[in-house]
């Protein structure tokens, strides 16, 4: 599968972005979806994630309750709501995907999230 991210941009704190990820290929709805996150000079870390149909999902602390990733199957299409943003957030987003497989093993190019004071 291949996957394109879009939505990034800048934003002031307290406003809000929504990242979209298009993924190729007619088996979508199988693979397990995340967001990572890699900010200046940090390790890449893990964001958000959901699950198959009915779309379980999971969040890292730091964006719980700011965060909302969502999937759109019939558009092959995975979604990272973000709102309340913080100049903390300021990062490249990417997005992956993982087939029968506890590794992530489809990455995305990356769009690239500032977020000014």
């Known amino acids: 599968v291949q996957l394109q991210a879009s939505g990034g941009g800048l934003v002031q704190a307290g406003g809000s972005l929504r990242l979209s990820c298009a993924a190729s290929?007619?088996?979508?709805?199988?693979?397990?979806m995340g967001w990572f996150r890699q900010a200046p000079g940090k390790e890449r870390e893990f964001v958000a994630s959901?699950?198959?149909?009915?779309?379980?999902?999971s969040y890292a602390e730091p964006v719980k309750g700011r965060f909302t990733i969502s999937r759109d199957n019939t558009k092959n299409t995975v979604y990272l709501q973000m709102n309340s943003l913080k100049p903390e957030d300021t990062a490249v987003y990417y997005c992956?995907?993982?087939?029968?497989?506890?590794?992530?093993?489809?990455w995305g190019q990356g769009t690239l999230v500032t977020v000014s004071s």
């Open positions: 290929g007619r088996t979508f709805s199988s693979y397990v």
């Open positions: 992956a995907a993982r087939y029968r497989s506890t590794q992530y093993n489809y």
């Open positions: 959901i699950s198959l149909s009915p779309g379980i999902t």
